[in-house]
């Protein structure tokens, strides 16, 4: 059984930076394209960045474009999301997905097949 465990969330003032981790257990990530999601109160869950099994290519949502960072350590089996110049409407809970095995950085929640728990990401004005 895979668990992904996200951490680094928080609370951050407007303009600040986090560093969110997903680490696994029950399974390595080499091999499989991650993906980050979020969900905001009263929003239906959305897509943030994805990262292909290499890490060769990535994709962003256009919010979020130019100020997220999404990168992987294969090594210590963990996925990251830098995210600097953090806005309001930033505020979520951040979840790490497990997507398809060798393939691209995919955007469609429907091919992520495990989740994490989500992390909450508060940024204050």
């Known amino acids: 059984q895979v668990q992904l465990v996200e951490s680094g969330g928080g609370l951050v003032q407007a303009g600040g930076s986090l560093r ?36 060769r290519s990535t994709a962003y949502a256009d919010s979020v474009k130019g100020r997220f960072t999404i990168s992987r350590d294969n090594a210590k089996n963990t996925v990251y999301l830098q995210m600097n110049s953090l806005k309001p409407e930033d505020t979520a809970v951040y979840y790490c997905a497990l997507g398809p095995l060798m393939t691209g950085a995919t955007t469609n929640a429907d091919e992520y097949a495990y989740w994490g728990q989500g992390t909450q990401v508060t940024v204050s004005s």
């Not at 990530?29 to 890490?55: C, D, H, T």
């Open 20 to 55: 969110l981790s997903c680490t696994a257990s029950g399974r390595t990530l080499s091999g499989y394209a991650m993906g980050w999601f979020r969900q905001a109160p009263g929003k239906e869950r959305e897509f943030v960045a994805a990262i292909s099994w290499r890490g």
